[in-house]
């Protein structure tokens, strides 16, 4: 394949692999069966994002394994009316046509294990977006590493990655033993576990936190509003949940049965105090409200609802809701999409907050219930940001002022 007898496009990939397997000292390849790549611009290395995903389309390139897409850099349905400049709306549409050149399933979407695209316990794969790598590596027993764009489309197109990192048995133990103290999680709600991902990945860097004390019935749409915040605060790509992380059926199967490195103790206060500095500004008159990082799904759809329902968003303020084709389906046939919309909100299907021209609006300040929205958003906007539960959300825009 390296010698160019597949072509060129598996020749330039599996150059890439090789020299990144040699980098991280794997000692050989391994066959992924599923691959989750970029479609969106990012900030300054959009040409290069283009060029890349050029070179391996014009060298006949295609996805060989499966290959989901995260959200793309325009709302699919109704981008006239956001104010686009043309040249960001041409290079936007050239990243789907080269993705869909290439073969990518058009999913739009961070969250493909909400749109019926999921790996399964033990499957290789390689992924580009951070909130999936912690939830396939925490919640599903996947093996995925944070991977870039070239090693991620390489793969894609070679069905290989190299054997390095967590696609190892041995690296995915637990490090840190993170003990709740004084606190009980049966009534925690998103916006805990939010809070609780944002502190470890503020605390913990790249160690994977084995945690103990969650009690069973933590949702889905919580794991991922953990993941996502542990994965965008720090650099870890995998948490474990004694008793519900498919590898951490026990405290001792979480480490290998090795000891911890460290402790973490966690409590009501480091949590408060967690919750405050997600904030850059604690208060005042908002312009927007962003929600759905990552993409909610219907649940959270209908639970927006009833929270809106009745209510009207201030004429001073915008109301975004981000979320994928299915939910947005589910969520009409359920009448929770016009309720939302009746209140005055946008729902905006297969982009997100950052990854859409958003700062072209010109916000001031905008609040949100994701901590990983609030990360990114004073840089990808220039905003100034407030975070709250989704219910001080849509108070705040009811009265344009949090
Ligand atoms: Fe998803 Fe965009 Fe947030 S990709 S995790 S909604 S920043």
């Not at 020749?11 to 000292?25: P, R, W």
């Not at 070179?55 to 349905?77: C, H, M, N, Q, R």
């Not at 789907?96 to 790996?119: D, F, K, T, V, W």
């Not at 929270?307 to 929770?336: D, H, I, P, R, W």
Request: charged share 20%; with cysteine.
């Amino acid at each position: 394949m390296a010698k160019g007898e597949c072509g060129e496009a598996v020749m330039f990939s599996m150059k890439i692999l090789v020299a990144v397997g040699e980098a991280c000292g794997a000692d050989r390849l391994v066959e992924v069966s599923r691959c989750h790549v970029m479609t969106s611009m990012a900030p300054d290395i959009q040409h290069a994002r283009i060029d890349l995903l050029e070179k391996f389309a014009s060298a006949g390139g295609k996805y060989i394994v499966p290959t989901t897409v995260d959200p793309a850099s325009l709302d699919l349905e109704h981008w006239r009316e956001f104010k686009t400049p043309s040249d960001y709306y041409r290079s936007a549409m050239k990243l789907l046509q080269l993705n869909r050149r290439l073969g990518a399933i058009p999913n739009y979407s961070c969250i493909p294990y909400e749109q019926g695209l999921a790996p399964s316990f033990g499957e290789m794969v390689s992924f580009t977006e951070s909130s999936y790598v912690a939830f396939a590596n925490s919640v599903i027993g996947a093996r995925a590493n944070r991977e870039s764009q070239g090693i991620a489309v390489s793969a894609g197109i070679t069905g290989k990655a190299p054997l390095y990192g967590l696609r190892l048995k041995e690296n995915r133990h637990g490090d840190v033993h993170v003990k709740l103290k004084g606190l009980d999680s049966s009534s925690f709600d998103d916006s805990d576990y939010a809070v609780l991902g944002y502190h470890l990945g503020a605390n913990l860097g790249h160690e994977i936190p084995v945690i103990d004390g969650i009690k069973p019935g933590i949702t889905i749409d919580q794991l991922k509003a953990l993941g996502a915040s542990v994965a965008c605060k720090g650099s870890v790509a995998m948490y474990h949940i004694v008793g519900i992380s498919p590898e951490a059926r026990s405290r001792q199967e979480a480490f290998g049965g090795e000891k911890p490195k460290d402790v973490l103790e966690v409590d009501a206060n480091a949590l408060k105090r967690t919750r405050e500095e997600i904030s850059t500004v604690s208060g005042g008159k908002i312009d927007a409200v962003l929600v759905g990082c990552p993409h909610y799904s219907v649940f959270q759809i209908g639970k927006l609802a009833h929270q809106l329902e009745g209510k009207k968003v201030s004429t001073n303020v915008k109301f975004f809701l981000y979320t994928c084709q299915e939910a947005k389906a589910l969520g009409e046939q359920m009448g929770y999409i016009k309720t939302i919309e009746k209140a005055g909100a946008h729902v905006s299907v297969g982009t997100c907050m950052t990854l859409s021209p958003m700062k072209y609006w010109g916000f001031k300040t905008i609040m949100t219930d994701s901590p990983k929205c609030a990360y990114t958003c004073p840089v990808d906007i220039g905003a100034n940001v407030i975070f709250g539960t989704i219910d001080q959300c849509v108070r705040a825009a009811v009265r344009g002022i949090a």
